[in-house]
């Protein structure tokens, strides 16, 4: 499974941004999908993951009623609409996929895509 992450940018704080990830590869509908972010200084923390059947979990941290994950499954993507965004939002955000469920450890995830930066300005 190939990942390709987009739609990272600068905004400011309040602004919104939606992050998308395209799948392609070998029948990535029966992956599950997970957004982690990394912040300069800081370890990958998880933000948010769906499994093939929809399910969803978000974190308990900051990020729980910002951030909306979906699929489109016709087009073999998973959406990040974040919202009201903070300066700590600022990261890069990478998605990750690993078969049928999701986890919250980003070591259980086979397929990474690249990074795209969020920078949120105050």
């Known amino acids: 499974v190939q990942l390709q992450a987009s739609g990272g940018g600068l905004v400011q704080a309040g602004g919104s941004l939606r992050l998308s990830c395209a799948a392609s590869?070998?029948?990535?509908?029966?992956?599950?999908m997970g957004w982690f972010r990394q912040a300069p200084g800081k370890e990958r923390e998880f933000v948010a993951a769906?499994?093939?059947?929809?399910?969803?979990?978000y974190s308990t941290d900051s990020v729980k009623g910002r951030t909306t994950i979906s699929r489109d499954g016709a087009k073999n993507t998973v959406y990040l609409q974040m919202n009201f965004l903070k300066p700590e939002d600022t990261a890069v955000y990478s998605c990750?996929?690993?078969?049928?469920?999701?986890?919250?450890?980003?070591?259980?995830?086979?397929?990474w895509g690249q990074g795209t930066l969020v920078t949120v300005s105050s």
């Open positions: 769906i499994n093939w059947s929809g399910g969803v979990l």
């Open positions: 590869g070998r029948t990535p509908s029966r992956y599950a």
């Open positions: 990750a996929a690993r078969y049928l469920t999701y986890d919250t450890n980003p070591n259980q995830y086979t397929y």
